[in-house]
């Protein structure tokens, strides 16, 4: 998820006085400040306390570092369409606790609202969502020759994880998440590799994500067994760092945000040595989340370029490893579904639905009382199923 942002910006706001600094804050920071957790962690934290802080990850800049993501000069529009009558939906988004909702259908916005406070020009944190931003961004690379083939071993763009359990990883088994290595992502367990990874100190003169990571044992042959691994996707933006000599957000606003026309400013938090956190904690409009979908549906061009090889999605957003669960499964950081769809998915409830068959596209932000347990995740699912019901039906 993260490495060093909201533990050390509240310290930071611990400190700091009010006066002219209160008023020169925005609604969303200051609904952090007047419900500041004490706590570093998200897990902990109170609903209303995520409420106000999922809105404004990136605003007490103190010491969250961040890349900025300018709203393009030439926004896309996103015309109205026939409105969705959504039969229940403000119940489901009560229970579902929706900051924000964009559905577009044949490239038209046929249902938009908002809660918890926020707003269309307010931004959401993406948490995993992101994963799916930082394996396009691969593909953007393989592109531009950058990266020469998925089959090429990570080391030789990674060379300091030469020896670890990733020497003899492909770049495919890494977009995968088969890479073998042994990691532990149970968001409520302390002892668990994503949460020791949050707090370990790097060695120096290292990239944290490959300090911790290069110290893992390996449990599987590579490309074998499918493994949800957050370090992973931190490692695959190391990757694109490193064989772009980029960061993550000037090469994602070069490829996508200013070409494709994001109408508004976005953010990639930092982590402990001055990266993206690539696979969490892109902020972002809901609407600009929708259009990064409508990006991927379109089969990545922008601003009249092919910004991804012509196959990239085909493969990305197709089954490539089995997860163990019915009709699902995942590609390149995507988690797909047997009948084409497709979806990016962060904790608390964030998400990107893609159904190309019924050029459909559910974008959402919400803060979940628990980060990935509960009744909210099967009624999403089962949203998305009532929605293309709906489109089916031409409603």
Known sequence: MKKRTIAFVLAGVAIIGAGAFWFGLDKETRGVLKTLPTNKDVLLWSLPQRDATFRAFDRLTILADHHTLAAST???????????????????????RTAGIVIIQDGKIRFEKYGLGFDAKGRWTSFSVAKSFTSTLVGAAIKDGYIKSLDDNITNYMPDLKG??????????LLTMSSGAAWNEDYEDKNSDVNKFNNAKPQKGMDA?????????????????????TGETNLIGVLVASATHKNLAEYLHEKIWQPYGMEADGTWLLGATGREIAGCCIQASTRDFARFGQFVMGNGMAGGKQVVPEDWFKQATTKQMDIGKAGHGYGFQWWTYDDGSFAAKGIFGQGIFID?????IIASNSSWPRASIGEQPKAREEFYKQVQGLVDRGE
């Open 74 to 96: 030439t926004p896309m529009p996103l015309p109205v369409g026939k409105p969705l009558n959504i039969p229940n939906i403000d119940e489901y988004m009560k229970e579902q």
């Open 164 to 173: 670890s359990a990733y020497d003899g990883v492909s770049v495919r088994q």
């Open 356 to 360: 190309p068959k019924r050029k459909l």
């Open 209 to 229: 994500t490959i300090s911790y990571l290069r110290n893992l044992k390996r449990s599987h042959k590579p490309g074998t067994v499918w493994n949800y691994n």
